[in-house]
């Protein structure tokens, strides 16, 4: 019998669901918890950006970082998502994987699953519905599986 693993994340949290067929009766086995993704960028950051100077005369600016601190969390909290799942898939412990996640964070997941994860993917519906109760995760899997 196929065990199916059900991923359900945005920023801040990431709920790992099983079941053991498409009738989307879900058990939550694991919450994942990234509390610096609902801060504020401005509560994450205490210093003031590097400085730098112009290749020409003496004028100081502020140096930005080419990614956000809320885009470098969320890769770490998206990292951490993947290394679980890719250990438990190597344990045997799901055959298929469904991704539910906001659309942002959708693509993040993506990018960061290993090629034998990712084939072990079998659909990504890109809604934020954490928080919205079992029930409306059901009927949200049971609608991306009708329109397939």
């Given at each position: 019998m ?38 504020h ?11 730098g ?15 956000s ?25 799901f ?8 659309p ?18 079998v ?5 934020g ?12 899997l ?7």
């Open positions: 196929k065990t199916i693993w059900v991923v359900v994340a945005n920023q801040v949290e990431a709920q790992i669901y099983s079941s053991e067929q498409v009738t989307w009766d879900i058990e939550l086995l694991k919450t994942l918890h990234h509390e610096e993704g609902a801060a960028a401005r509560d994450l950051v205490s210093d003031a950006p590097g400085r100077h112009d290749q020409v005369g003496s004028s100081r600016h502020g140096i930005e970082p080419n990614t601190v809320k885009e470098e969390g969320l890769r770490r909290f998206v990292k951490e998502i993947a290394e679980f799942l890719e250990a438990a898939y190597l344990n045997n412990d055959n298929e994987l469904v991704i539910v996640a906001a942002t964070v959708l693509g993040v997941i993506r990018k960061s699953l290993s090629s034998g994860l990712a084939r072990a993917v659909k990504e519906v890109p809604k519905v954490i928080g919205q109760g079992v029930d409306k995760i059901q009927i949200q049971q609608r991306a599986f009708e329109l397939r």
